[in-house]
């Protein structure tokens, strides 16, 4: 008779983003996840597969609540600005996460190297550039964004310092330095 699951699959992917967000997934080995998402190194296998199905459904869930957070800013129904603003700020709160982003870790890890993980990052990149032209054009509508400017142009730009803030809170403590790069880009839209 087979032995039923012991854990929330859920949970242990919450825990293997965290390890992965922290470590890498190249510095991240088998027994760390055995040891930090507290499950068998068996029950690993049965549930997910190897290690790179683990990363892979890890990175998913990740994008996934990333997505959510996305649809929660839209549903608060504020200000284009405020909504980009809050978008950009959300990088310079870690709010005990690990700092910088999961998918940009990994696209800059491994996207060269393995053309899953960089499907995943620029499909994620993708639906986050058709986010932010949708809000533009809603501005640009509204008369809150100079209607001169290219929404989809604009939103690569916005994404481009979005990566780059995502990337530097990694290394400075310069927190004005980080306030300073919202408040140009975002003055862009003027």
Same mark, same amino acid.
């Given at each position: 008779?087979?032995?039923?699951?012991?854990?929330?699959?859920?949970?242990?992917?919450?825990?293997?983003?965290?390890?992965?967000?922290?470590?890498?997934?190249?510095?991240?080995?088998?027994?760390?996840?055995?040891?930090?998402?507290?499950?068998? =190194? @068996?029950?690993?296998?049965?549930?997910?597969?190897?290690?790179?199905?683990?990363?892979? /459904?890890?990175?998913? @869930?990740?994008?996934?609540?990333? !997505?959510?957070?996305? =649809?929660?800013?839209?549903? /608060?129904?504020?200000? %284009?600005?405020?909504?980009?603003?809050?978008?950009?700020?959300?990088?310079? @709160?870690?709010?005990?996460?690990?700092?910088?982003?999961?998918?940009?870790?990994?696209?800059?890890?491994?996207? %060269?190297?393995?053309?899953?993980?960089?499907? *995943?990052?620029?499909?994620?990149?993708?639906?986050?550039?058709?986010?932010?032209?949708?809000?533009?054009?809603?501005?640009?509508? !509204?008369?809150?964004? =100079?209607?001169?400017?290219?929404? /989809? %142009?604009?939103?690569?730009?916005?994404?481009?310092?979005?990566?780059?803030? =995502? #990337? *530097?809170?990694?290394?400075? !403590?310069?927190?004005?330095? *980080?306030?300073?790069?919202?408040? !140009? #880009?975002?003055?862009? *839209?003027?």
């Amino acid at each position: 008779m087979a032995r039923s699951k012991e854990f929330e699959v859920n949970e242990v992917l919450d825990k293997a983003i965290q390890l992965f967000w922290t470590q890498g997934y190249e510095k991240t080995s088998m027994q760390e996840l055995v040891d930090f998402m507290g499950i068998h =190194r @068996r029950s690993i296998y049965d549930t997910f597969g190897d290690k790179h199905a683990l990363f892979m /459904k890890a990175l998913e @869930r990740y994008e996934a609540k990333q !997505t959510q957070k996305m =649809r929660f800013l839209v549903e /608060k129904k504020k200000p %284009v600005k405020e909504l980009i603003r809050e978008m950009l700020d959300s990088t310079l @709160r870690n709010e005990g996460e690990p700092l910088g982003c999961l998918l940009v870790n990994s696209g800059v890890e491994l996207g %060269v190297l393995d053309s899953e993980v960089a499907s *995943l990052v620029d499909e994620s990149y993708s639906k986050t550039e058709a986010f932010l032209t949708r809000i533009l054009q809603e501005g640009q509508q !509204t008369g809150e964004i =100079r209607a001169n400017l290219e929404a /989809k %142009v604009m939103s690569h730009f916005l994404m481009n310092a979005w990566l780059g803030l =995502r #990337t *530097l809170v990694k290394t400075t !403590t310069d927190q004005q330095k *980080l306030k300073d790069i919202v408040d !140009t #880009t975002l003055a862009v *839209l003027d």
